[in-house]
């Protein structure tokens, strides 16, 4: 053994390795979606492909000229345009702009929250059982354990050994599946976190891309939280929904002391987000017309990729919010021991072979490996083309 991994102790340390990047997984997959005389339909990672919005564009060139270093806390600007989306947006009333935090994209975040809070042996991280992957890492980052569990579920005292629950991962809509988890449901993982001394941290990415429900609940909403917000962050980025994802720019917000314990953190880990980014930031938080164009992008979209999966044979579950389709083979199930029928591998290869990148749902839980993951996030040109494509697999 020589070299850096020798240094470490061969990959292993404190954190216990990390998985492989799962993007990594599907190289061969990318690569014969490529070869498509018409070329890739790239449905994989949900990049955004539309403008960045002209009214954010203007904020970020007129506050170009920064030569000081950035307010790791974010600007005044920034803070009061995020809790004023806050209250119009999620039904946050009354959260103080100083319980809001911008960060350097809400990946980041995930990742690290368990650091800086404290976390590592002994602790765990309940996350969805269908999830993110990333706060799974962010679990090993800090030498905490992560323990999945099903919607509105809690670790049982088998899966946790003795050890004790401090922070507990929401997402909804889900990424992957798009599922809306309800008021009542949000409640009683509030309540279920609060007794246990816990914090409630909630993704809400995608909360602003709803399609089938009336509305997509937030953890600091009243009927949720009560009446303060202790205990509580959302977690929320202007990747998807402004377009902003090459912006890195996203904002946690919720319990003031939490808050504040966190800037602590950010301040001496030089985690600061550039000023003309805050600039921008503060501009697409209170601009909410170009959120709702962007939304009917989506939804056009959605409705052309929904109509050819459904063509094809392929079942469409959940997908009630966000920016997905969740999808699989109609003779697929997941299952305990492993899917029933063609798994979500032989499904994404199966969409590759006719220029269709796709995810597979093994990303994200061992309990996913039927389905594959559909964005939304291409031109309405590729997805026209996708379409087109799905249709030749029913023929």
Same mark, same amino acid.
């Given at each position: 053994?020589?070299?850096?991994?020798?240094?470490?102790?061969?990959?292993?340390?404190?954190?216990?390795?990390?998985?492989?990047?799962?993007?990594?997984?599907?190289?061969?997959?990318?690569?014969?979606?490529?070869?498509?005389?018409?070329?890739?339909?790239?449905?994989?990672?949900?990049?955004?492909?539309?403008?960045?919005?002209?009214?954010?564009?203007?904020?970020?060139?007129?506050?170009?000229?920064?030569?000081?270093?950035?307010?790791?806390?974010?600007?005044?600007?920034?803070?009061?345009?995020?809790?004023?989306?806050?209250?119009?947006?999620?039904?946050?009333?009354?959260?103080?702009?100083?319980?809001?935090?911008?960060?350097?994209?809400?990946?980041?975040?995930?990742?690290?929250?368990?650091?800086?809070?404290?976390?590592?042996?002994?602790?765990?991280?309940?996350?969805?059982?269908?999830?993110?992957?990333?706060?799974?890492?962010?679990?090993?980052?800090?030498?905490?354990?992560?323990?999945?569990?099903?919607?509105?579920?809690?670790?049982?005292?088998?899966?946790?050994?003795?050890?004790?629950?401090?922070?507990?991962?929401?997402?909804?809509?889900?990424?992957?599946?798009?599922?809306?988890?309800? +008021?009542?449901? %949000?409640?009683?993982?509030?309540?279920? @976190?609060?007794?246990? !001394? &816990? =914090? *409630?941290?909630? /993704?809400?990415?995608?909360?602003?891309?709803?399609?089938?429900?009336?509305?997509?609940?937030?953890?600091?909403?009243?009927?949720?939280?009560?009446?303060?917000?202790?205990?509580?962050?959302? +977690?929320?980025? %202007?990747?998807?929904?402004?377009?902003? @994802?090459?912006?890195? !720019? &996203? =904002? *946690?917000?919720? /319990?003031?002391?939490?808050?504040?314990?966190?800037?602590?953190?950010?301040?001496?880990?030089?985690?600061?987000?550039?000023?003309?980014?805050?600039?921008?930031?503060?501009?697409?938080?209170?601009?909410?017309?170009?959120?709702?164009?962007?939304?009917?992008?989506?939804?056009?979209?959605?409705? *052309?990729?929904?109509?050819?999966?459904?063509?094809?044979?392929?079942?469409?579950?959940?997908?009630?919010?966000?920016?997905?389709?969740?999808?699989?083979?109609?003779?697929?199930?997941?299952?305990?021991?492993?899917?029933?029928?063609?798994?979500?591998?032989?499904?994404?290869?199966?969409?590759?072979?006719?220029? *269709?990148?796709?995810?597979?749902?093994?990303?994200?839980?061992?309990?996913?490996?039927?389905?594959?993951?559909?964005?939304?996030?291409?031109?309405?040109?590729?997805?026209?083309?996708?379409?087109?494509?799905?249709?030749?697999?029913?023929?």
């Amino acid at each position: 053994m020589s070299g850096w991994s020798a240094r470490v102790g061969g990959g292993a340390s404190r954190t216990g390795g990390l998985p492989d990047f799962p993007w990594d997984t599907i190289r061969e997959a990318a690569q014969r979606a490529r070869t498509h005389p018409d070329g890739i339909v790239d449905l994989s990672v949900g990049t955004p492909v539309d403008p960045t919005p002209e009214v954010v564009q203007r904020a970020l060139r007129d506050a170009a000229d920064a030569p000081g270093y950035p307010l790791t806390a974010g600007t005044p600007a920034l803070r009061e345009a995020a809790a004023g989306w806050a209250a119009r947006s999620r039904g946050a009333v009354g959260l103080d702009p100083a319980a809001v935090l911008p960060t350097v994209g809400s990946k980041e975040l995930v990742a690290w929250l368990p650091t800086q809070l404290g976390l590592g042996p002994g602790d765990v991280v309940v996350i969805p059982e269908v999830a993110y992957p990333t706060y799974d890492v962010g679990a090993r980052l800090a030498g905490a354990r992560a323990v999945a569990v099903p919607p509105g579920g809690w670790p049982t005292p088998d899966e946790l050994a003795g050890d004790r629950v401090r922070l507990v991962w929401l997402n909804s809509p889900s990424n992957p599946t798009g599922a809306v988890a309800g +008021v009542e449901e %949000l409640r009683a993982s509030v309540q279920r @976190a609060r007794d246990e !001394g &816990a =914090v *409630v941290a909630s /993704d809400e990415c995608y909360a602003e891309l709803a399609w089938d429900v009336p509305e997509v609940p937030s953890v600091l909403d009243p009927r949720v939280a009560g009446a303060s917000h202790d205990g509580l962050l959302l +977690v929320t980025s %202007l990747s998807k929904r402004s377009n902003l @994802a090459g912006y890195r !720019g &996203a =904002v *946690v917000m919720g /319990d003031p002391e939490l808050v504040a314990h966190l800037l602590g953190v950010r301040k001496h880990a030089g985690m600061i987000v550039p000023t003309p980014v805050q600039a921008a930031v503060a501009a697409a938080f209170s601009d909410d017309e170009h959120v709702a164009v962007q939304r009917e992008r989506y939804r056009a979209r959605r409705a *052309v990729l929904r109509t050819a999966l459904e063509g094809a044979g392929l079942l469409v579950e959940h997908s009630e919010a966000g920016l997905y389709l969740w999808t699989r083979s109609a003779d697929s199930t997941d299952g305990p021991d492993g899917a029933a029928g063609p798994t979500g591998r032989e499904l994404l290869d199966r969409l590759a072979g006719v220029g *269709v990148l796709v995810a597979p749902g093994d990303f994200y839980g061992p309990s996913a490996r039927a389905h594959v993951r559909v964005a939304l996030t291409a031109s309405d040109e590729r997805v026209a083309a996708a379409a087109a494509r799905l249709g030749s697999l029913a023929r």
